[in-house]
């Protein structure tokens, strides 16, 4: 996709369905991922469409050449609010009223 970043990685279309994926790969396991703003407005804006169009992630795992597990792609259609863990919120400081200490 480009490089403004739509909220997702691929599209994918059938007569008038469209299918945006957001791939996360990984050269191991992962059981947890994160998702950007973009990327999780985009997953709740198709969410509740029900004309078609929806958004799916896909968590690609053991992608290392070495590993003897083989590959596995787990595609979540929904995402529930249980499976969501806020942790930060990144601060851009330059961005912060500041004052001289």
């Given at each position: 996709m480009p490089d403004n970043n739509p909220g997702y990685d691929l599209r994918a279309t059938k007569e008038k369905e469209i299918l945006r994926v957001e791939v996360k790969a990984h050269l191991k396991t992962a059981a947890k991922i994160d998702l950007s703003i973009r990327e999780w407005e985009?997953?709740?804006?198709?969410?509740?469409?029900?004309?078609?169009?929806?958004?799916?992630?896909?968590n690609?795992?053991?992608?290392?050449?070495?590993?003897?597990?083989?590959?596995r792609i787990s595609r979540c259609t929904e995402i529930p609010e249980e499976a969501i863990e806020?942790?930060?919120?990144?601060?851009?400081?330059?961005?912060?009223?500041?004052?001289?200490?």
């Open positions: 985009e997953c709740v804006r198709w969410e509740n469409s029900g004309d078609g169009n929806r958004w799916e992630l896909w690609v795992e053991n992608l290392s050449a070495d590993s003897a597990a083989p590959i806020t942790s930060m919120m990144r601060v851009d400081v330059r961005r912060c009223v500041k004052k001289p200490i």
